[in-house]
């Protein structure tokens, strides 16, 4: 199975231009095949050895070089949606108050895009390790798809906003389909869209 790794000082669109160029240098020479039948990529390792690698399938449900992010029961993310991914994020967050800080630096492209120095950094465990790497691979997904878009921009302010709400009074989480819905409710509650 081809491996990727996102290791280095690369800010997001040099990041697609490496998943992408990795995708056609893998799959130029391969014969043949059912698309149906998919191509997996092994792209983060967890330091519980006895997790099953997390894995990324082309293609994915669009077009060109999108992918889809193989989210394992396992995992305990549900199937990897915006809301199930909101409520865990609000559930390690109640342990710990850092998560924000160290799902910025993911989002930010910080730290070499290296997961495993922000946990360190942060003395996080593994439920914040898997849940970090699956959207650092979300965020990337995200880049790709919506190349000149808020997609990556619109899946963390959607955690920042609902850990706005739940921190200003335990309401239940919102879910929003389109960045511009989500940036009018934030205006309503004085939150500034983050960007990097």
């Known amino acids: 199975m081809p491996e990727i790794r996102i290791i280095g000082n690369f800010d997001r669109f040099e990041i697609v231009k490496r998943v ?7 799959e130029k020479n391969l014969p043949n095949r059912n698309p149906q039948d ?4 092994l792209v983060e390792r967890f330091s519980d050895k006895g997790l099953t690698p997390l894995r990324i399938k082309r ?3 669009k077009k060109n070089f999108d992918f889809e992010v193989l989210i394992i029961p396992e995992y305990g993310l549900g199937e990897g949606s915006h809301e199930e991914l909101v409520n865990v ?25 290296n997961v495993d ?3 360190r950094n942060y003395s996080l465990g593994i439920r914040e390790e898997i849940f970090l790497k699956v959207v650092k691979w979300l965020f990337i997904m995200e880049d790709i798809i ?8 619109f ?5 920042f906003y609902n ?11 919102k879910n929003f389909k389109k960045p511009q819905s989500l940036e009018k409710a934030m205006k309503k509650i004085d939150l500034t869209w983050q960007t990097c």
């Open 155 to 159: 899946l963390f302010n959607l955690m």
């Open 146 to 153: 919506y190349w000149h878009y808020k997609g990556r921009e």
């Open 59 to 61: 293609p994915g449900y």
């Open 38 to 41: 998919g191509i997996i990529y």
């Open 163 to 173: 850990l706005n709400l739940h921190l200003r009074g335990g309401q239940e989480p």
């Open 89 to 113: 994020f609000l559930w390690l967050s109640k342990t710990n108050q850092d998560l924000i800080e160290a799902l910025r630096e993911v989002y930010c492209c910080e730290r070499d895009n």
């Open 20 to 26: 992408v160029l990795e995708f056609i240098e893998y």
């Open 117 to 119: 120095s922000i946990i």
